[in-house]
């Protein structure tokens, strides 16, 4: 009995009390949004009043947020870009993924290091020249300079992701239909890609998460208002000189949050293999 | 001897067939990686030899400026406000991969064990890095306010602090604020790859060590920790160089203020070119970051090649 005790107790002070810890300090800053968004402004500015919990639950600042402001606008251009720089990349991908962990060629493996180094090439090395190239090709000012360059670190990510998938897949598999007279493309498309949806999917959701989140390049190339994605938009229009509207601030946070998180939680599970996998393979 | 003949026809015929076979594979690859090399070279390639043209220039915002060879580099070098900016990355670095480290492999240890609801936890743990980094900053700099911080009202709430604390306003607070929020939002994929590395440890090692009488601090000590190396190097190098080219967490946070105290690479850069224009000077300051991504690179490389 009392060694049960004993047991019971060495569980909740070794495992339970640091885990719940570590959940309050991970998610207390999300569950400060959700009820800053929901409060009136007498009472978000009233240190009388409960701070944490909400006394009277109010859509007001969803409402000033989507009167005011472009805020739908914005949505629309976050997913359009993000859509758009998640299929192009997961395209160019899956063929170089294909390429270097299937043939045979000269500079396959010096081609396959590259990639592998762009990846790690952080947005905030080269901003400066990519604001000018985008300016040369017109792009400045539009959502299409983000499309255009978010592949560029959305690629690299992708091919290498993939080509660990490709590569776990049994070579004799298209081999023999390859042999049974399907074309190498009639064998990628109807025996290896849909053995490597869990990778295709993962892959494409995270360059969609990604690119729904970049903030260095959509900050740099875009300032009209109209063509602002979601990530940039609420701090840098919304934040009007010195005057912080908080409730609208935490308001426009949830709503830019809530649609990655929601395609995370559906997909919880491609993305928690997908994320194991890519730590294992680095 | 009809065998033999045979066979020599079979292979001459068939040699050719298989170089042929052997060159129309090298083309399809070369068609197949073409895309990702164009976008690759146009969009990466160039612009970083651009960068350094750039920073070998006096380019201001409009005018393209003239070639000053290396005088950007040797004026940076000796601005006192750069060199702290060096000593700030430095911090900024070090600090939060410490935190992460060490705090991801107590988390990644306490997610190892079974408890219930344990997919849950796991997935809710992973939020901060999912969410779009400028809108959770967003909400730690209202968490920060100075009148109405919610921190300090937690901690004044618990009897830890006696006086509120000055989050961002002060230089040394500042500092301590970009860490914690840097730690947070990169938590979750130090957890999440460490757990990824634990689970492949066989449980038969830590029978076998158990057997021999090793205590849990040993077992973790001379089983896990030499196994999860491979893992800890590769989060590791992997972080260090995305932290040292942070930008978000400082520009929302503090703008790398107060009094300079938060400035890093990134967001000076984007002062110097953007909000001063001075492009020449600000595309050295970011070219600054390049031995930092060499060093990881090359670790990388080293780790790789190794397994």
Not at chain 1, 161 to 169: P, Q
Not at chain 2, 32 to 40: G, Q, R
Not at chain 2, 157 to 176: H, N, Q, T, V, Y
Not at chain 2, 261 to 281: C, H, K, N, P, S
């Amino acid at each position: 009995m009392r060694r049960r005790v004993h047991r019971g107790l060495k569980r909740i002070l070794g495992l339970y009390l640091p885990l719940a810890a570590f959940l309050f300090f991970a998610l207390f800053p999300f569950y400060w949004m959700t009820i800053s968004a929901f409060k009136a402004n007498r009472e978000l500015y009233n240190l009388q009043a409960k701070r944490l919990w909400i006394e009277q639950p109010t859509l007001e600042q969803f409402r000033e947020l989507f009167r005011k402001t472009a805020a739908l606008r914005w949505l629309w251009n976050s997913f359009v870009v993000s859509a758009l720089a998640a299929f192009i990349s997961l395209t160019l991908g899956v063929m170089a993924g294909y390429a270097l962990a299937r043939l045979r060629f000269p500079g396959a493996e010096a081609f396959g290091l590259a990639t592998f180094i762009t990846y790690l090439v952080p947005t905030t090395l080269l901003f400066i020249p990519l604001a000018s190239v985008v300016q040369r090709l017109g792009l400045s000012n539009t959502i299409w300079s983000m499309v255009a360059t978010y592949p560029t670190f959305l690629v690299p990510f992708c091919t290498w992701m993939l080509i660990a998938y490709f590569k776990s897949i049994p070579r004799d598999m298209e081999e023999c239909a390859m042999i049974d007279g399907c074309s190498r493309a009639g064998a990628l498309v109807r025996i290896v890609l849909p053995v490597a949806i869990p990778g295709i999917v993962f892959s494409g959701m995270f360059s969609f998460t990604l690119s729904w989140n970049e903030f260095v390049y959509a900050l740099t190339f875009v300032s009209a208002t109209t063509q602002k994605t979601m990530s940039v938009a609420v701090p840098t229009e919304l934040i009007r000189g010195d005057a912080y509207f908080w409730g609208e601030l935490m308001a426009a946070s949830l709503v830019g949050s809530v649609p990655v998180a929601l395609l995370y939680s559906f997909f919880m599970d491609y993305f928690v293999s997908g994320l194991t996998a890519g730590a294992l393979k680095g | 001897m009809r065998v033999m003949a045979e066979t020599a026809a079979r292979y001459a015929h068939a040699r050719p067939r298989a170089s042929r076979f052997l060159r129309h594979e090298a083309l399809t690859g070369y068609a197949m990686i073409s895309p990702a090399l164009f976008l690759l070279a146009v969009l990466l390639a160039y612009p970083f030899v651009l960068a350094v043209y750039i920073s070998l220039t006096d380019r201001v915002l409009g005018e393209p400026g003239s070639f000053v060879w290396i005088r950007n580099f040797v004026k940076l070098l000796q601005d006192p406000l750069f060199r702290q900016t060096v000593w700030n990355s430095f911090v900024y670095t070090v600090s939060t991969v410490f935190l992460k480290l060490s705090l991801g492999l107590i988390l990644a240890l306490l997610l190892n064990q079974e408890f219930p609801c344990r997919n849950l936890v796991r997935g809710a743990l992973l939020l901060p890095w999912i969410v779009p980094t400028s809108l959770s900053v967003l909400t730690w700099l209202w968490m920060f306010d100075s009148l109405f911080s919610v921190v300090n009202y937690l901690l004044l709430a618990l009897g830890l602090i006696s006086r509120k604390i000055p989050w961002l306003g002060d230089p040394f607070w500042a500092m301590i604020s970009v860490i914690i929020v840097n730690t947070w939002r990169g938590l979750p994929f130090f957890a999440a790859s460490l757990l990824a590395g634990l689970m492949t440890i066989p449980r038969e090692l830590y029978e076998a060590a158990q057997s021999d009488g090793a205590k849990p601090l040993a077992c973790f000590w001379f089983v896990t920790l030499p196994l999860l190396r491979p893992v800890i190097a590769v989060v590791v190098l992997f972080s260090t160089i995305w932290t040292f080219a942070d930008f978000q967490i400082v520009y929302i946070l503090t703008h790398g203020g107060p009094v300079n105290a938060t400035q890093i690479f990134a967001t000076m850069a984007y002062d110097v070119a953007l909000v001063a224009g001075r492009i020449g000077e600000g595309s050295a300051i970011s070219l600054f970051l390049f031995p930092a991504l060499l060093v990881v690179i090359i670790g990388l490389l080293h780790y790789l090649r190794r397994e």
